[in-house]
T-cell receptor, first 112, second 109 residues
């Protein structure tokens, strides 16, 4: 079974803090993705990566950056957290871009 | 703007009935389609993928794809209260999955 894990289930941070969200997958997948999910807006793609040290902007990259130093690990960084980044953050991985994606449990981030 | 459209619901069905969930997509070049189930407060869980026109069955679930009409549907037979969740449709387009906003299904005893 594919397993995608995320570093925290719940996180509370203050405005202006730098926030790191970690995601690890154990299936040797090439592709990894970061989404945020908000009520009424669905899943929105922040960044994705098709290979180590490679990253591509998704639909809403502003205010975020990512790092992929190892194949199994994909990190999302909020450079200076703001209240409008309060959301559920979901990491996913897939074998190839057209294949099904498997999601981690999510991190519910609250920025106060 | 490439889009995947779903009725937000809720779709309410009695236990034991067939639940029918529908999804339309805007771009004819879409090749792969996926259905996910998401319980409240949890992450999406893959139910089925479908790539070719026609039906694909897996247990109580049947996915149907009609590329000419650009719609995908998911049928859940013998619906159970444990099927109550939001169902997300997604299609692969160009280089990423495009998700619908989901249909909430309620199965009442």
């Amino acid at each position: 079974d594919v397993k995608v894990t995320q570093s925290s289930r719940y996180l509370v941070k203050r405005t202006g803090e730098k926030v790191f969200l970690e995601c690890v997958q154990d299936m040797d997948h090439e592709n990894m993705f970061w989404y945020r999910q908000d009520p009424g807006l669905g899943l929105r793609l922040i960044y994705f990566s098709y290979d180590v040290k490679m990253k591509e902007k998704g639909d809403i990259p502003e205010g975020y950056s990512v790092s992929r130093e190892k194949k199994e690990r994909f990190s999302l960084i909020l450079e200076s957290a703001s209240t409008n980044q309060t959301s559920m953050y979901l990491c996913a991985s897939s074998l190839s871009p057209a294949n099904e994606q498997y999601f981690g449990p999510g991190t519910r981030l609250t920025v106060t | 703007q490439k889009e995947v459209e779903q009725n937000s619901g809720p779709l309410s069905v009695p236990e034991g009935a067939i639940a029918s969930l529908n999804c339309t997509y805007s771009d004819r070049v879409s090749q792969s389609f996926f259905w996910y189930r998401q319980y409240s407060g949890k992450s999406p869980e893959l139910i089925m993928s479908i790539y070719s026109n026609g039906d694909k069955e897996d247990g109580r679930f049947t996915a149907q794809l009609n590329k000419a009409s650009q719609y995908v549907s998911l049928l859940i037979r013998d619906s159970q209260p444990s099927d109550s969740a939001t169902y997300l449709c997604a299609d692969f387009n160009t280089d990423k999955l495009i998700f619908g906003t989901g249909t909430r299904l309620q199965v009442f005893p």
